[in-house]
């Protein structure tokens, strides 16, 4: 089954909690930061949204635990209102893939021990990255229980899971499977 990201669950212990921003996102790409000082969760939106400050990315801290089609994914993002901002979107492949923490053993969710986020699923999340050999009908899903990054129908169930981000570019497309790779999102 697979959903749509717009924010992770699980215990929100040790991550850090700042006053009101601005918060700065220098991302780290050449570090890996420890949880409780790579994400924050940012109170000038409400605490429901989450900077990651090793991808510079925002995350949404609670996502859905609702499943959608690919097209669904992508219309609860567009009209997604947390925080009290709108601009969120679903997450490229290597986006949602700088989440995932490998050594976190089956069945997860597979996410860095004392990330702050809330409602994450062991199961699939859409992204934005449309598997190029399918002409547009499937797009890539991540699997947060074990990890695995794999094409899925963009209409045919299982549906899947929605995890939102906020800003930046728009969907990307690539070939093939491209574990681990990330790229810094804009603010």
């Known amino acids: 089954m697979a959903?749509?990201?717009?924010?992770?669950?699980?215990?929100p212990a040790g991550a850090a909690t700042t006053a009101a921003g601005p918060y700065y996102a220098n991302p780290s790409?050449?570090?890996?930061?420890?949880?409780?000082t790579r994400f924050i969760v940012l109170s000038n939106m409400n605490s429901a949204a989450v900077l990651d400050r090793e991808t510079g990315l925002v995350w949404e801290q609670s996502p859905s635990t609702s499943t959608f089609t690919w097209d669904g994914a992508?219309?609860?993002?567009?009209?997604?209102?947390?925080?009290?901002?709108?601009?969120?979107?679903l997450p490229?492949?290597?986006?949602?893939?700088?989440?995932?923490?490998?050594?976190?053993?089956?069945?997860?969710?597979?996410?860095?021990?004392?990330?702050?986020?809330?409602n994450v699923q062991s199961s699939g999340y859409w992204s934005a990255t449309t598997y190029a050999a399918s002409t547009g009908s499937t797009s890539w899903v991540v699997a947060f229980n074990v990890d695995v990054v794999d094409p899925y129908g963009k209409s045919v169930p299982p549906l899947c899971l929605v995890r939102a981000r906020r800003t930046g570019g728009g969907s990307s497309v690539i070939s093939g499977r491209n574990h681990g790779e990330r790229r810094a999102g804009r603010l």
Do not use: M, Y
């Open 29 to 36: 790409w050449d570090q890996t930061l420890p949880s409780s």
């Open 3 to 11: 959903r749509a990201l717009t924010g992770f669950a699980a215990s």
């Open 74 to 89: 992508q219309f609860h993002c567009i009209n997604l209102n947390a925080g009290g901002r709108t601009g969120w979107r």
């Open 92 to 118: 490229t492949i290597q986006e949602l893939q700088s989440l995932v923490d490998q050594s976190v053993p089956s069945p997860g969710p597979k996410l860095p021990s004392g990330h702050p986020f809330n």
